[in-house]
């Protein structure tokens, strides 16, 4: 069987098409949109700007699975922006009657849990915290012996984190206190306890730039998945410590397309590995849209 799936997120748009063979998934391909959806959110509400955006995008990837006829499902799914937004049934009817999907808005919860999956694919996930930072929010999961023992959704993400805390361009010492506050502030508000826990398994597409551009810096194999903690801290004391110039030609050459959101997801993951005393940082190359398929197709629970 084939399966098609559309994570709309705050930040990105992306489809992904797996192959699934008996207990195997494969990701067959991927398709990217920077949409930015959450430059469009104000007030509660999704602009019509932005919908229109997300619209357009949709009809690409639709254009993208008519050509690809071995489909045999489609699931567009919606995070954070969507999901906060009080139009959203204003969306999705937009959306069913323009582009013909019905899109399946996730919770925090759920997200968390799918995360928590699709990670468990490809890395050990058997204890500790694990977070996907997304868009708009940034999910955070305690695990012990392999299954979720709490989990809740922060109300902050790289490109909220950019939008609601960034004074300029790029992100200054008294931005980065200011995201590195409510972070921690979000976290007792939600009860995450402060805990101690070894290893910190992020997932989504602000850990893996996070991981570029940890490798390039300290000269490490893109094979490698694994940070240390210490070392991330002092990696985003550098950046802040460059000139401007310097750090835009940094983020240029390594993830152009997260020139705004890449130290801010940044800051969001080295607090909560800070909160967690979490001396190791395993980035997984499969997450929510992963878990998603296993959920789906293969009833993992």
Do not use: W
């Not at 391909?29 to 357009?56: C, H, M, P, T, W």
């Not at 094979?223 to 240390?228: D, F």
């Amino acid at each position: 069987m084939i399966y098609s799936v559309i994570d709309i997120g705050s930040n990105t748009i992306r489809l992904s098409v797996f192959k699934v063979n008996g207990d195997s998934v494969i990701n067959l391909f991927s398709e990217k949109e920077q949409a930015s959806l959450r430059s469009y959110f104000k007030d509660g509400v999704l602009s019509e700007k932005g919908i229109n955006k997300l619209i357009e995008v949709l009809k690409i990837f639709k254009a993208v699975i008519d050509n690809f006829d071995e489909i045999d499902h489609v699931y567009p799914f919606a995070t954070a922006t969507i999901r906060n937004s009080s139009n959203r049934n204003e969306i999705l009817k937009k959306v069913k009657d323009e582009v013909g999907f019905d899109i399946e808005i996730l919770s925090g919860e759920e997200e968390a849990k799918l995360a928590f999956i699709g990670a468990s694919s490809s890395i050990d996930v058997s204890r500790g915290v694990l977070t996907d930072i997304g868009g708009g929010s940034s999910e955070v999961v305690i695990i012990d012996h392999s299954k979720v023992i709490k989990s809740t959704s922060l109300d902050i993400g790289s490109l909220s984190a950019f939008n609601d805390y960034v004074k300029g361009l790029l992100v200054s010492k008294d931005d980065k206190k200011d995201i590195d506050e409510e972070v921690k502030k979000e976290l007792a508000d939600n009860n995450m306890y402060k805990e101690d826990h070894d290893i910190l398994a992020a997932v989504g597409g602000s850990a893996r730039a996070t991981l570029k551009l940890y490798n390039n810096q300290y000269d490490l194999p893109t094979s490698n998945y694994e940070m240390e903690a210490s070392k991330l801290n002092d990696l985003i004391k550098d950046i802040l410590a460059m000139e401007d110039r310097d750090t835009l030609d940094l983020i240029l050459q390594v993830k152009p397309d997260r020139i705004h959101t890449l130290v801010p997801g940044m800051i969001i993951l080295n607090r909560i590995a800070k909160y967690f005393s979490c001396k190791k940082i395993n980035v997984s190359q499969t997450g929510v849209r992963e878990g998603y398929i296993y959920n789906k197709a293969l009833k993992v629970k």
